[in-house]
T-cell receptor, first 114, second 117 residues
Framework: DAKTTQPPSMDCAEGRAANLPCNHS???????VYWYRQIHSQGPQYIIH???NNETNEMASLIITEDRKSSTLILPHATLRDTAVYYC???????????????FGQGTILTVHP | DTAVSQTPKYLVTQMGNDKSIKCEQN?????MYWYKQDSKKFLKIMFS???????INETVPNRFSPKSPDKAHLNLHINSLELGDSAVYFC????????????????FGPGTRLTVL
């Protein structure tokens, strides 16, 4: 079962920042926080991941709290194409026993409207 | 260039039939996966192969038999199809370096929608 908790749905106006929260209060020290999204009828798409520090790439920013019990994915300027289900996943390192297994929860349905 | 490809995209078949879904990745990754997404949209891992060796088998019925002829391919064969097998099946790949620990990013294919009538 997924160990993360996300709101089931969120709305965002086009051009505004979308801030998607995630609680992972049972995260272990060697687990990363991953974010994926699934646009309708497509395969999941990797967005970003982090361990302790905040991270930024061309798609998004990831803010992880100091105690690592929660994080926020930020899409700085949401577009209509960002409408998707966003999944927050905490996953052990690849060398561990989970060996790459991603455990998806229900995710957050983000709707970007004009 | 498609990184992870699956064929067919759609598969409609009768109960009791045997069918296969093929997956290929051109990313040079050493690990491949099969995930199942049911009608309620839950995504769940089924299998994982590393260098053609089965690593993860998530209590999937033995009617499902993955086969990895080489690192770039992971096919899924399903015997005696049942109504409950109707779902979207996703293949994914990643690079895992044995003996190390670190993040691995998985890249997913477009999915195969299987409908069992």
């Amino acid at each position: 079962d997924a160990k993360t908790t996300q709101p089931p749905s969120m709305d965002c106006a086009e051009g505004r920042a979308a801030n998607l929260p995630c609680n992972h209060s049972t995260i272990s020290g060697n687990e990363y926080v991953y974010w994926y999204r699934q646009i309708h009828s497509q395969g999941p798409q990797y967005i970003i991941h982090g361990l302790k520090n905040n991270e930024t790439n061309e798609m998004a920013s990831l803010i992880i709290t100091e105690d690592r019990k929660s994080s926020t994915l930020i899409l700085p300027h949401a577009t209509l194409r960002d409408t998707a289900v966003y999944y927050c996943i905490d996953k052990a390192n690849a060398g561990g026993t989970s060996y790459g297994k991603l455990t998806f929860g229900q995710g957050t349905i983000l709707t970007v409207h004009p | 260039d498609t990184a992870v490809s699956q064929t067919p995209k759609y598969l409609v078949t009768q109960m009791g039939n045997d069918k296969s879904i093929k997956c290929e990745q051109n990313l040079g990754h050493d690990t491949m996966y099969w995930y199942k997404q049911d009608s309620k949209k839950f995504l769940k891992i089924m299998f994982s192969y590393n260098n053609k060796e089965l690593i993860i088998n998530e209590t999937v019925p033995n009617r499902f038999s993955p086969k990895s002829p080489d690192k770039a391919h992971l096919n899924l064969h399903i015997n005696s199809l049942e109504l409950g097998d109707s779902a979207v099946y996703f293949c994914a790949s990643s690079q895992i370096f044995p003996g190390t620990s670190g993040p691995d990013t998985q890249y997913f294919g477009p999915g195969t929608r299987l409908t069992v009538l």
